[in-house]
């Protein structure tokens, strides 16, 4: 049975860091393109980070590049979002996902900026 488990996610201020993590199971991690996506209240759901399988190249959101850095320990498997110099605008929940056949889902963790 897949699972992903996003945390980490919580109460930072503007201009604090967070480092989000998604483990996963039930599937053979490494084969996987990982990706994280956002939905803020009353937006649509929005692609952060990807990271292909092997962990040699990833992709941001423009608004994201520069602040934002996607990683895997497939160790581990397990994949992150370390997340600096954080706004307001990034107050969302974060879901982890990956495409295999559809799409499979964590539950999210709520990111709020806010002083």
């Known amino acids: 049975q897949v699972q992903l488990v996003e945390s980490g996610g919580g109460l930072v201020q503007p201009g604090g860091s967070l480092r989000l993590s998604c483990a996963a199971s039930?599937?053979?991690?490494?084969?996987?393109?990982m990706n994280w996506y956002r939905q803020a209240p009353g937006k649509e759901r929005e692609l952060v980070a990807t990271i292909t399988g092997a962990g040699g190249s990833t992709n941001y959101a423009d608004s994201m590049k520069g602040r934002f850095t996607i990683s895997r320990d497939n160790a581990k498997n397990t994949v992150y979002l370390q997340m600096n110099s954080l706004k307001s605008e990034d107050t969302a929940v974060y879901y982890c996902n990956f495409w295999a056949l559809r799409n499979y889902w964590g539950q999210g963790t709520q990111v709020t900026v806010s002083s």
């Open positions: 039930g599937f053979i991690f490494s084969k996987y393109a």
